[in-house]
């Protein structure tokens, strides 16, 4: 072989390693349906509070919902452990009025705890005047 296959085989099995390091897992997601109208809340902001050990939240992640009403990348798995109190805060009142709706909620808030290394889905349904959740799959 000559150096110009060395070199692109060498820089073909760099990138790849490049490329296998950024595929990121995430331990926390969540969605928003809207039941009022059957569909997905897009664009809404989350934000992921974490209980400190001075008992005041600290904000450590922000996302905006995707199209499909979801976010998927709350806590990266690997960096450090993720066991503890978190909260989930859904701003739900910008929404709704780009529904052109009243809201009683400005915002929901979601408070769980993980314990072990396991993935966890945390969704809402909303509607303007209620909401509900539970720990998915």
């Known amino acids: ?34 039941i009022s109208k059957g569909s997905p ?42 066991k503890g109190i978190y909260k989930l805060k859904f701003y739900t009142e910008n929404y709704f009025i780009s529904q052109k709706l009243e809201t009683f909620y400005p915002f929901i808030e979601v408070i769980f705890e993980i314990k072990d290394d396991k993935h966890y889905h945390v969704p809402i349904t909303v509607s303007p005047f209620g909401y509900s959740t539970y720990r998915g799959s």
């Open 41 to 82: 809340a897009s664009n809404v902001k989350v934000d992921l509070e974490r209980l400190m050990p001075n008992k005041e939240w600290m904000t450590i992640a922000s996302e905006r919902t995707d199209n499909n009403g979801r976010i998927g990348n709350f806590l990266v798995v690997g960096k450090g452990d993720n």
């Open 1 to 34: 072989m000559n150096i110009n296959k060395y070199f692109i085989m060498l820089f073909c099995m760099l990138f790849g390693f490049i490329a296998y390091g950024q595929n990121n897992k995430y331990q926390l997601s969540s969605h928003i349906l809207d």
